[in-house]
Structure formats: C-alpha cells, structure tokens
C-alpha cells in the first residue's frame, strides 16, 4: 500500500474492492478500524479516515455497539462508480486519439477483438 495516494483512500479502495468482489457481502461487518490499523501497521485514525469517507458515501453504515455494515445495494454503487470513472479515465481518451487517428468506432470493436484474441 503506497501508490503516492493518501493511505485512507487506499484503505477505502481496498474494502470498496472487496464489496465488488463479493469478498464483503452486502449486510456483512466490515473490519473494524483497528482491524485494519493493526492489518496495514497504519494508525488507527488513518483508518478510520477510508471508513469514514465509505459512510460518507453509502457503502458502509454503523450499528451502534455493533460495528460498521455494508450497506444493502453497496456493489450495485460501487460498479456504477467505477464504470463511469473506467470511462472518463480510460474510455475518453481512447476515443480521443482514435479520433485523432481517424478510426471510428468500428475500427475500435475490431481493434479491441483482435487484441482480445492474443490473450
């Protein structure tokens, strides 16, 4: 874990993956704060900071004396997110310079086909 990006987003990223996986089942507990302190060797309040943002946004909820849950339709929010984030970092500037390229979509289709192909 140490990509440049502020370890709570990692934190965050980390149990937003484990939600789209199925690792994390919605209605589950999620690990606790000092479960992730202690996984990671990271400060507690660290962790707490990628818990919070996921409360902040939907995925995650508390139940009082209990721990904090994934919120029921988390995957489903989680997905949608990150395609629209796959689109905006991957997708538009694929189309960019295929633009600049002159290929149109079709030529795209049977670029990605072929290259899909060879793996």
Same mark, same amino acid.
């Given at each position: 874990? +140490?990509?440049?990006?502020?370890?709570?987003?990692? *934190?965050?990223?980390? %149990?937003? /993956?484990?939600?789209? =996986?199925?690792? $994390?089942?919605?209605?589950?507990?999620?690990?606790?704060?000092?479960?992730?302190?202690?996984?990671?060797?990271?400060?507690?309040?660290?962790?707490?900071?990628?818990?919070?943002?996921?409360?902040? +946004?939907?995925?995650?909820?508390?139940?009082?004396? *209990?721990?904090?849950? %994934?919120? /029921?339709?988390?995957? =489903?929010?989680? $997905?949608?997110?990150?395609?629209?984030?796959?689109?905006?970092?991957?997708?538009?500037?694929?189309?960019?310079?295929?633009?600049?390229?002159?290929?149109?979509?079709?030529?795209?289709?049977?670029?990605?086909?072929?290259?899909?192909?060879?793996?």
């Amino acid at each position: 874990m +140490d990509d440049g990006r502020p370890l709570f987003l990692q *934190i965050a990223e980390q %149990v937003e /993956s484990s939600v789209i =996986d199925g690792s $994390l089942p919605e209605e589950t507990r999620a690990p606790s704060t000092n479960e992730l302190a202690a996984f990671h060797r990271i400060n507690p309040a660290t962790a707490a900071n990628g818990i919070n943002k996921l409360v902040t +946004d939907g995925v995650l909820y508390k139940r009082r004396g *209990i721990g904090m849950f %994934v919120a /029921s339709g988390a995957r =489903d929010q989680l $997905l949608e997110r990150r395609r629209q984030t796959f689109g905006e970092k991957f997708i538009a500037p694929l189309l960019g310079e295929a633009h600049k390229l002159g290929m149109d979509a079709e030529d795209l289709k049977k670029m990605i086909d072929a290259w899909s192909d060879e793996t």
